[in-house]
């Protein structure tokens, strides 16, 4: 039985609040999991233990775990430009749960993750534009590597999130996701991640806009049989090359007033504008040869909304 990616996801995903205004929030972690075989699939994931985090520093160490080696890295740039990087390597590591772990306790495993979150305000001092255009790219790899045979399987995923208010509080707005990535299973597995999208704010006229931009991703290494079973396997997540964020303001008929609209921004950045959102020239380069889109890939991706 293969750990469902997305009750993975939703295990790590909200594990950072998201304030008004502005502010920058990294979290990263390395922690245990497991699964039960009484619950109907897609089998929830359930938190065990923390063995390293909840920090901003980068984690790169074993945690305490013989056979393990954890990283997780966050960081922010100007300009509203993300970066997360998280891999995980077993080699004859054992899961060790807590006390409290059911006795139908299977498909125990390690998990890596790390997010950064940009919240900010933006007000209008021209025209009020009608909708926020967001655009983003995001560039960067998902593999993992397995030994032949065996109940380990290893699981690396990427996720651009997104939320944002006017009239509530944008603690209380659920988070949408814009973009999500992930390779999963038991056999290894190798993705380039070349990614460009955009999400729509219709706006309320007069209110400045909250939002909050997130970037996660994880690195899990896990096995079947329950804790104690010694796992091997690889899986990294590397999209510290850059994930990019423009904005454009739009009238009513979808024209672009960016320039008109004024935007200022509560943190004092400066975010390009959609014409600007590209890609690093080593990327350019990857296109060029034809070696991002990578053939014969098992993988589960998501639309950009």
Not at 66 to 74: C, I, K, R
Not at 99 to 113: C, K, M, Q
Request: hydrophobic letters at 40%.
């Amino acid at each position: 039985m293969v750990a469902s990616a997305a009750a993975a996801v939703a295990l790590l995903w909200g594990a950072t609040p998201l304030a008004a205004q502005s502010s920058t929030t990294i979290n990263n972690n390395v922690t245990t999991f497991y699964q039960r075989s009484s619950d109907p699939a897609p089998e929830p994931v359930y938190l065990d233990q923390l063995l390293c985090g909840p920090t901003a520093a980068t984690i790169d160490g074993s945690c305490g775990v013989t056979g393990l080696n954890a990283y997780a890295a966050s960081a922010v740039l100007p300009g509203g430009v993300l970066k997360t990087e998280t891999r995980l390597s077993a080699t004859g590591a054992v899961v060790t749960l807590s006390s409290r772990v059911p006795a139908d306790a299977v498909n125990a495993g390690f998990t890596a993750a790390g997010s950064i979150v940009l919240t900010d305000r933006v007000s209008f001092g021209g025209f009020t534009p009608s909708v926020l255009r967001f655009t983003y790219f995001v560039d960067g790899t998902l593999s993992n590597t397995l030994p032949p045979g065996g109940l380990t399987y290893a699981n690396a995923g990427i996720a651009v999130q997104y939320r944002s208010a006017q009239t509530v509080p944008l603690s209380s707005v659920p988070l949408t996701d814009a973009f999500r990535d992930v390779v999963i299973g038991g056999t290894t597995q190798s993705s380039a991640v070349d990614r460009r999208g955009f999400f729509d704010i219709a706006l309320v006229a007069g209110s400045p806009l909250d939002f909050g931009l997130r970037l996660v991703s994880y690195s899990q290494v896990g096995g079947g049989g329950g804790p104690g079973r010694p796992l091997t396997g690889m899986a990294e997540s590397d999209f510290f090359s850059t994930a990019r964020f423009g904005v454009q303001a739009l009238d009513a008929q979808g024209n672009d007033i960016t320039s008109q609209a004024a935007l200022s921004f509560a943190s004092g950045t400066s975010y390009p504008t959609a014409a600007t959102v590209v890609p690093e020239p080593g990327t350019w380069a990857l296109l060029g040869t034809g070696l991002v889109a990578l053939g014969g890939v098992t993988r589960r991706r998501k639309r950009a909304v």
